[in-house]
């Protein structure tokens, strides 16, 4: 069954370092998200992106944040100067044209020291 | 705005009795319903959802969820628990404000099934 993978599965950085988390989307899907959650609590929205432009960013997606889709395959969310309350597990999701639900990779867990 | 609440943080339940996962919504338009489950660091896995149609939908499982209009809630069910179901279980509406597609979700529930 296809499945939205996501590399690192763990990352450990230094506050102020620039962190690259990717995300490689079901292959047919055409909506892309970021979600965090913080210590197993709630999920909560970051960005979402479609037709190679975000679509809807909250509040915590400020300057610091950036997605990309360099490829066609890879979608990637950059933070460039990682603070200590980024961390967090990353989710990446996709979804499907013309259907609602979404589908969450495995999550990247982020410490910042 | 849309949003969800899921007013138990946890629900104990033994193995082979019936369970219940309570979740109520709030939306100004379609009301899209989701269940999701999580296991210890995993990721978020789709259950179940309403779009339209019975008030009862079946997913993965053997979970049920009972979508109630008119006390706007969208509880999940199982008829006999299973140790293997402990997990934790997100309850989600999708947003219709921006049209993005994007879901949001309720706090969680710890479901804690004992042998």
């Known amino acids: 069954e296809p499945e939205v993978t996501q590399t690192p599965s763990h990352q450990v950085t230094q506050m102020g370092q620039e962190v690259i988390l990717r995300c490689v989307p079901i292959?047919?899907?055409?909506?892309f998200y970021w979600y965090r959650q913080i210590l197993g609590q709630k999920v909560e929205f970051l960005v979402s992106?479609?037709?190679?432009?975000?679509?809807?960013k909250s509040e915590i997606f400020d300057d610091q944040f950036s997605v990309e889709r360099p490829d066609g395959s890879n979608f990637t969310l950059k933070i460039r100067s990682t603070k200590l309350e980024d961390s967090a597990m990353y989710f990446c999701?996709?979804?499907?044209?013309?259907?609602?639900?979404?589908?969450f990779g495995e999550g990247s867990r982020l410490t910042v020291l | 705005a849309q949003s969800v609440a899921q007013p138990e943080d946890q629900v104990n339940v033994a193995e082979g009795n019936p369970l219940t996962v309570k979740c109520t919504y709030s939306?100004?338009?379609?009301?899209?319903l989701f269940w999701y489950v999580q296991y210890p660091n995993r990721g978020l896995q789709f259950l179940l959802k309403?779009?339209?149609?019975?008030?009862l939908v079946k997913g993965s499982y053997g979970f049920e969820a009972e979508f109630n209009k008119s006390q706007t809630s969208f509880h999940l069910k199982k008829p006999s628990a299973l140790v293997s179901d402990s997990a934790l279980y997100f309850c989600?509406?999708?947003?219709?404000?921006?049209?993005?597609?994007?879901?949001?979700f309720g706090q969680g529930t710890t479901l804690q099934v004992k042998p």
């Open positions: 999701a996709s979804r499907l044209a013309g259907t609602g639900e979404l589908f």
């Open positions: 292959s047919n899907h055409l909506y």
């Open positions: 992106f479609y037709n190679n432009e975000i679509s809807e």
């Open positions: 939306v100004s338009g379609n009301p899209y």
């Open positions: 309403y779009i339209t149609g019975d008030n």
């Open positions: 989600a509406v999708r947003d219709w404000g921006g049209n993005t597609g994007k879901l949001i």
